[in-house]
């Protein structure tokens, strides 16, 4: 009989539990109560996002859901008054980010918003099953930008890479994004590290 999915308590060489996952044909399956981010098999403390670059990692929703918190873990504090703004878009048909569906706000980050760790927003967005982009922007830190939690190699989605012997991409990034979230991240490029969003499924 063919192997479907797998299922029980793992925990990633980097610390991340994903307790309760259960990975399926079409992506993992979502249980209400847990956080959820971009399949990745690695994550790094030390991945640097520059200042007003978007960054997109995919996220595979493979039934309604409705999201009520994202999140981002910051490693490093950049300097004060920073911000990383978070939000979601949707897939535009080619394995790359298209259109807006949520800009879920501005999470502080800098030096005084406290102490290096998880920082959290609320958020209200209702999803039906596909493929979808969370996405992060450092902002107002042009001089010490903070450290976000990046996620690299990618489980069970190919987003291609240069050359063969060059490590494959993980996310797209678009510049110059210093306010709300772009209605689109049309002209975005493929990158090989990308700064981590993570949602709780209500």
Known sequence: MPRTHDS??????HGWDVRGACWVQGGQNLH??????????A???SGTAPNNALQAM?????????LDRASVYVSTLGE???MCRVGIYADDGTCA???????????PVGAGSGAVGAREVVTATSLAPGLYWLAAAPQLGPTTVPL????????????????????????????????????????????????MVRVHVA
Not at 58 to 66: I, S
Request: positive net charge; hydrophobic residues 40%.
């Open 32 to 41: 209400s109560g847990l956080y959820y981010g971009p399949p990745v098999a």
């Open 8 to 13: 029980g308590t793992i925990t990633t060489r």
């Open 148 to 195: 976000i939690y990046s996620g690299y190699l990618l489980l069970g989605i190919e987003l291609g890479r240069a050359a063969i012997n060059l490590p494959p991409n993980v996310g797209y990034q678009l510049t110059g994004v210093s306010g709300p979230l772009p209605a689109s991240m049309a002209g975005a490029t493929l990158i090989g590290n990308a700064a």
């Open 43 to 45: 994550t790094t403390g």
């Open 97 to 107: 980010p298209g259109s807006l569906v949520a800009d879920w706000g501005l999470l």
């Open 80 to 82: 004060a008054g920073s």
């Open 58 to 66: 995919p996220f595979v929703a493979n039934r309604p859901c409705f």
